[in-house]
């Protein structure tokens, strides 16, 4: 059905084919489908195209070795999608994935922060100096 309304169909023959199928459906029904779940789906399928379309092509990049380079390019996708979803509205303000969002957001803010700091001093040639991460991170974020 789908398929037939990308290639220009109307409700009225999509009807007649599914009818055929022997499915019963009016311009309605076909409407409320093609303007609801069907949008929904295309949407998630173009989400997947370009997901693995940013793989494929972050395949294909030197930097992502591991190391903090990688850890580097994550924070950065994270914080594009943080700050996608916020743009996008996709939260109500003040409910408590809104805030979480948030908290999240200054976490990696922190840890890009942390990396860019590492390659300053590895840049001078002083890496060593860098302070060794408390593995327990802040318990207060955590909970």
Same mark, same amino acid.
């Given at each position: ?14 009807a ?10 009016? $311009?309605?029904?076909? @409407?409320?489908?093609? *303007?609801?779940?069907?949008?929904? =789906?295309?949407?998630? !399928?173009?989400? %997947? ?39 996008? $509205?996709?939260?109500? @303000?003040?409910?408590? *994935?809104?805030?979480?969002?948030? =908290?999240a957001?200054? !976490?990696?803010? %922190? ?5 860019r ?19 327990k ?7």
């Amino acid at each position: 059905m789908g398929r037939l309304l990308d290639d220009g169909a109307t409700y009225k023959l999509v009807a007649e084919e599914m009818a055929r199928q022997g499915v019963a459906l009016n $311009g309605e029904n076909i @409407s409320n489908w093609f *303007n609801g779940p069907y949008q929904d =789906h295309l949407r998630q !399928r173009d989400r %997947r195209a370009e997901l693995q379309r940013l793989r494929e092509s972050a395949a294909d990049l030197d930097e992502l070795t591991p190391g903090h380079k990688f850890q580097e390019i994550l924070l950065q996708l994270a914080m594009t999608e943080i700050f996608r979803a916020l743009n996008e $509205g996709q939260m109500q @303000s003040g409910s408590p *994935n809104y805030i979480r969002l948030f =908290h999240a957001l200054a !976490r990696l803010s %922190r840890e890009a922060f942390a990396l860019r700091k590492y390659d300053e001093l590895q840049a001078q040639g002083n890496a060593d100096l860098f302070p060794l991460l408390d593995t327990k991170c802040n318990q207060a974020d955590e909970e």
